[in-house]
């Protein structure tokens, strides 16, 4: 019940975000047929780490322009449970292995948020 609220809201706030980013997330797709769906995923990392680098809440890490290795290796011990959190495990197994190399390199990319 919780989980489809917070998938609910989730799609909800990305549908919001479709027009502004999804080109370049979809650029970054390792295979041209998923394009659409992968900017899609990666709109839904933006509900809490941000689409501009601040994540919505101090218990949220930065991604935003870290290194996109630490970031690879942090999405597979996530999906293969070597590093425990619940709601990055899903997110983690949302993208497929080829999709998360890409992904890691797509929020490399992304500028560390400037200071407030
Ligand atoms: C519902 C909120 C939420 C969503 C959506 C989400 N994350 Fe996270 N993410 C978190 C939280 C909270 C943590 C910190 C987990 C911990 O404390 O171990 C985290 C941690 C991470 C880390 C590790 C960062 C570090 O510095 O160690 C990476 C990488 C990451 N997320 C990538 C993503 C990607 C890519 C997506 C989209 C596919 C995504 N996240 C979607 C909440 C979220």
Same mark, same amino acid.
């Given at each position: 019940?919780?989980? #489809?609220?917070?998938?609910?809201?989730?799609?909800? =706030?990305?549908?919001?975000?479709?027009?502004?980013?999804?080109?370049?997330?979809?650029?970054?797709?390792?295979?041209?047929?998923?394009?659409?769906?992968?900017?899609?995923?990666?709109?839904?990392?933006? =509900?809490?780490?941000?689409?501009?680098?601040?994540?919505?809440?101090?218990? %949220?890490? %930065? %991604?935003?322009?870290?290194?996109?290795?630490?970031?690879?290796?942090?999405?597979?011990?996530?999906?293969?449970?070597?590093?425990?959190?619940?709601?990055?495990?899903?997110?983690?197994?949302?993208?497929?292995?080829?999709? #998360?190399?890409?992904?890691?390199?797509?929020?490399? &990319? &992304?500028?560390?948020?400037? &200071?407030?």
């Amino acid at each position: 019940m919780r989980i #489809q609220m917070v998938f609910g809201c989730l799609a909800v =706030v990305s549908a919001l975000a479709v027009p502004a980013v999804r080109a370049n997330a979809a650029e970054a797709a390792p295979d041209p047929t998923t394009q659409r769906e992968f900017g899609a995923k990666l709109l839904v990392c933006n =509900v809490c780490h941000g689409d501009n680098g601040v994540p919505k809440s101090a218990a %949220i890490p %930065i %991604i935003a322009g870290q290194q996109e290795t630490y970031l690879a290796k942090q999405l597979e011990d996530f999906r293969s449970g070597h590093r425990n959190f619940e709601i990055m495990t899903w997110m983690a197994n949302t993208l497929t292995p080829a999709e #998360q190399g890409p992904a890691a390199g797509y929020v490399a &990319k &992304k500028s560390w948020p400037a &200071k407030a």
